[in-house]
């Protein structure tokens, strides 16, 4: 999957995408991340990308024309199916659904960054999507890029060492993933819960099921609305 980022600070990409799975996904081209810098397809000496508000206040707004520029060149040699994502704190709030739905290994994600007080209005049709990563305003819209570049390379196939990772994480099936534990066997005088070390796999499967209910019931009940329970978890949780 090849990722485009259009940013003026290209810079703030190095660190975060050299190390970890999304560093190990480059190595092993499952992706590609190419940064693009606004600043280029400014016309001016100064490189000029932003301007002040019309009408007053406070702030300077992207200016669309190197937006448009930039959007363009990435264009010309993008995948057919490529989509376009301005990062926004007022976009689709992105939840585990998103990146999933996000998630296209044979296609491209074009992701916009915007700085200052957003970008100029008129730049939006030229966009398909805009994500917001909370309700919460960032300075700019590159540290937005990077979680949903980290949240949706981690789906594609592949990727993890074990498929069923994903598939066991928080927000999968609208359930919390139930607590973890490794060694040592108390810690803290807390001890690691019997039936984990029992051996028995139906039994620790019921085991971290419950947990993961409970878990989702306390912290995220909502959640639940959406879940899905089959017959034997019914049966289960009414034992
Ligand atoms: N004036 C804008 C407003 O009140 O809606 C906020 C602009 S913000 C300071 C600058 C840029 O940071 C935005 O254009 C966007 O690209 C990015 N950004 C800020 N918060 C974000 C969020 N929660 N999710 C995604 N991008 C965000």
Redesign the pocket.
């Known amino acids: 999957m090849i990722f485009s980022v259009l940013t003026i600070f290209p810079d703030l990409f190095d660190s975060p995408l050299r190390d970890g799975i999304v560093g190990k996904a480059i190595g092993e081209r499952k992706i590609s991340v190419d940064l693009v810098n606004i600043r280029q397809f400014a016309t001016d000496r100064h490189a000029t990308t932003d301007d002040r508000p019309y009408g007053g206040g406070e702030g300077m707004v992207m200016k669309p024309e190197p937006l448009v520029r930039a959007l363009q060149q990435v264009r010309t040699t993008a995948r057919p199916s490529a989509r376009v994502v301005l ?5 689709r709030l992105l939840r585990q659904d998103i990146a999933e739905e996000l998630v296209d290994p044979s296609g491209q994600l074009i992701l916009i ?7 100029d209005e008129r730049f939006r049709r030229h966009v398909d999507d805009e ?4 309700d ?6 590159e540290l ?1 890029a990077l979680v949903i570049i980290d949240a949706v390379t981690r789906l594609i196939p592949g990727v993890l060492g074990c498929r069923a990772s994903a598939e066991n994480d928080s927000f999968c099936g609208n359930l919390l993933k139930h607590p973890q534990y490794t060694r040592p066997r108390v810690f803290e005088g807390q001890n690691v819960p019997d039936v984990l070390l029992s051996g028995d796999h139906h039994k620790i499967g019921e085991h971290r099921f419950l947990a993961a209910v409970r878990q989702t019931l306390q912290r995220r009940p909502q959640l639940l609305a959406g879940r899905q329970f089959s017959a034997p978890e019914t049966a289960l949780l009414q034992r």
Do not use: D, K, N, W
Not at 87 to 91: E, F, K, N, R, T
Not at 136 to 141: A, E, Q
């Open positions: 990062l926004s704190p007022q976009g960054c915007g700085r200052y007080e957003g970008v994500i917001s990563i909370g919460y305003v960032l300075t700019g819209g937005a």
